[in-house]
């Protein structure tokens, strides 16, 4: 006799949620997203009293305030499968508006080390969204308002930013000349392995979402610039653009009321 599960689906995020006693109340307004723990502890300097909603295996989350706006942000994930769980949590947790900070490689001679790029569009390379979706032909999308305001913001900055599609896969060593030139043709400008599972879930929990990314290595030439002064200035300013585009949101909804 074949073993059934006993539950439709074995853990939810909202399972998770309870496991870390997290409170859709104790989330704030914008859920801000960097990939690794280094950026979020850079953010929090920007926060006024941050509170440690939990910390669970590696992942540690804060809710702070600036300018009055209550802000959350979490490390949300280096790769796809670890950015699927946390993406859940916050979606579960009902999150209102989330953004994404995180690094890329420039598919375009255009894009240089140390660009930003706001992201429109994903395609799917990675192995977790076609178990959210089995369409082949979906294709993870940003909120358009949210991405257009983000993208302003990232101009004002100074830094040279790009706006489009991101191929998001999870085999790092395996960016091939026959699948990088398959992403290409498919309007791609940059690489990550994160994004098209951010997007994704956030698009099934109907929730506003958008990233922005700096250029860390470019792969074209084949330069690596993970070191590199000037990557290390974008992926800075990536803190200032998104608590910019924070402060201009809350002026318009004040002017509003």
Partial sequence: MTAQMRKEIHLTGKDLMGMVQLRPQDLGKYAIVPGPKERVD???????????????????????????????????????????????????????????????????????????????SALRGEGVTPYYVSDPNFQPKSDKALTDALYESAKESGFKTHRGKVWSTDAILRETREHVGKAIAQGAVAVDMVTSVFLTICQQHKIPATA??????????????????????????????????????????????
């Fill in 42 to 120: 850079g953010f929090l300097k920007s926060l006024e009293r941050p509170i440690k909603n939990f910390s669970f295996m590696e992942y540690t989350m804060y809710t702070g305030e600036f300018n009055g706006t209550r802000i959350t942000t979490i490390n949300g994930g280096r790769f796809s499968a670890d950015t699927a769980i946390t993406t859940e949590i916050l979606c579960s947790a009902e999150a209102k508006t989330m953004i994404r900070m995180g690094s890329c490689g420039s598919l375009s001679e255009d894009i240089k080390i140390g660009d930003l790029v706001v992201v429109d």
């Fill in 212 to 257: 922005i990314l700096a250029v860390s290595d470019h792969i074209i030439t084949g330069e690596m610039g993970f070191m590199d002064t000037n990557y290390y200035m974008a992926e800075h300013a990536m803190i200032g653009i998104t608590l910019d585009l924070v402060k201009k949101r809350e002026g318009q909804a004040s002017a509003r009321t």
